[in-house]
């Protein structure tokens, strides 16, 4: 896989600094074989590992990941980035049946598709209705019937009277239909070719003008690889659509596919569609997809294991320096405990994991992360002198730090009482040793 490449790639490198130059190249090289074995276009990964290459530079070599392991996490986040982000949800119409229309080549998988995601919507309590306008190849029409009728959602096909041999008053008169018999979704399968051609391109350009989609849906084969960038470019500059639908993704296509077109022409991949049957469809998930073109959803997993454990032993090693400073607690440290169970709550799940931190993790759960900032203004305007001997702070110093602050004189008490009871308790801790708890958590 591209990460033990990678980790060979890094032998050598050891410790903190920055990836040199060298070490930045020879990891470009690993990114573009991995990129181009899944597939993906070569303008493509031409800019992808550009941008990689970038985001290497200006980054330090942390503690938490080994080079290559950092590498793979720079890499998966701009991929995920490309593809979408977020997964995109279809977009409804606030008045009448939203119409979605599919557009692609022949054999991309249009009709399965349409049947798919009538089951789909229907599972979501939609009552969806499909229209057939592949009136070119002679079995079309009966194989949307077909499906249709495995999905339980009925079929508007042509009739002698509504259009024989005219997709485009077919698709009309499908809305018609649909607004008398009360369907929300409408789903209009079209023709496609085997090639790209100036007619199919304005058949689906007039079927789009006559239904106005809300959503025009571009379905493509990911098998196809390097030849998806030039079906999608030529549908959006044909067709023009909203989003994409991989499907085929049950075969061994890596998903480059996906990559090259989000690349391409900037339109989010919404749904996968991955088998024969009807159920064998889904929305479309960026980092699924991301971790399939790069084979690696195991060194993902790791990756992430490794920074969440780093980060809580850092959490705890910062807890233990406190332990034992009993009598020389001062309010900078108190501050500092502040800021490190601030970073504990965001870490709560997993500390709740942890022997020990159990009992914190109702606490931690409704920390308000607010009053960190609270505590931070007040202390930050009181003097060096103020927070090393807090026993300074009298009534005029209180009025002086709330002012400055932009708090009240009744904060800033609760604040240095709530320090004395945190100090104390360090004390005792620094006797009788053993974990400290949170002794400045507020509640
Ligand atoms: P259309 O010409 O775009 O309407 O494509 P079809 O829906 O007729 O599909 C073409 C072929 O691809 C059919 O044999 C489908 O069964 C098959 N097919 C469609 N989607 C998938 C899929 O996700 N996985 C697999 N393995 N086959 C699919
Ligand atoms: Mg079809």
Redesign the pocket.
């Known amino acids: 896989t591209l990460s033990d490449r990678l980790s060979a790639t890094f032998k050598n490198l050891r410790g903190k600094g920055r990836l040199s130059e060298a070490d930045i190249d020879a990891t470009a090289r690993e990114i573009r074989i991995a990129l181009l074995e899944a597939d993906v276009a070569l303008p493509v990964v031409k800019q992808f590992v550009g941008a990689v290459k970038e985001r290497a530079r200006g980054e330090e070599v942390s503690g938490a990941l080994n080079p290559a392991q950092q590498i793979v996490k720079i890499v998966n986040e701009e991929l995920v980035t490309i593809l979408g982000g977020e997964t995109r949800r279809l977009r409804y119409a606030k008045n009448g049946p939203t119409v979605i229309m599919l557009a692609?080549l022949?054999?991309?998988?249009?009709?399965?598709?349409a049947a798919k995601l009538a089951l789909w919507l229907k599972d979501q309590g939609k009552t969806p209705l499909l229209v057939a306008c592949d009136l070119q190849r002679p079995n079309a029409v009966n194989?949307l019937q077909v499906n249709g009728e495995r999905v339980g959602v009925p079929v508007y096909a042509p009739e002698p009277g509504n259009g024989v041999g005219n997709p485009v008053a077919v698709a009309q008169a499908s809305i018609e239909e649909a607004k008398r018999r009360l369907h929300d979704v409408v789903i209009v399968d079209t023709a496609?070719r085997l090639g790209v051609d100036a007619e199919l391109m304005q058949q689906a350009a007039d079927i789009r003008d006559a239904v106005r989609p809300d959503e025009v849906l571009f379905?493509v084969d990911a098998m196809i690889g390097q030849d998806a960038v030039t079906t999608a470019q030529a549908f959006l500059d044909g067709v023009g659509y909203d989003g994409v639908v991989l499907?085929?993704?049950?075969?061994d296509a890596r998903g480059g596919a996906a990559l090259s077109i989000a690349s391409i022409t900037g339109k989010p991949v919404m749904f996968a569609?991955?088998?024969?049957k009807l159920t064998?469809f889904d929305l479309f998930h960026p980092d699924r997809m991301a971790s399939r073109i790069l084979d690696m959803g195991d060194v993902l997993t790791l990756i992430e294991q490794a920074e969440r454990t780093f980060d809580a032993e850092q959490a705890m090693k910062a807890a233990q320096k406190l332990q034992g400073q009993g009598g020389d607690f001062t309010l900078d440290d108190f501050l500092e405990q502040m800021q490190q169970v601030r970073k504990l709550g965001s870490l709560s799940k997993i500390m709740g994991m942890l022997p020990g931190m159990a009992q914190f993790r109702d606490q931690l759960d409704n920390f308000d992360e607010r009053e960190i900032d609270r505590i931070q203004a007040i202390i930050q305007s009181m003097t060096p002198a103020e927070r090393a001997n807090p026993k300074l702070i009298d009534g005029s110093r209180r009025a002086r730090i709330a002012k400055g602050s932009g708090r009240q004189v009744s904060d800033v008490n609760t604040l240095v009482d709530r320090f004395f009871e945190a100090r104390k308790m360090m004390q005792q801790m620094a006797k009788g040793g053993g974990m400290p708890g949170m002794p400045g958590m507020p509640g």
């Open positions: 692609g022949q054999g991309a998988g249009k009709t399965t598709l194989q496609g379905v499907t085929k993704l049950d075969g569609s991955n088998g024969e064998d």
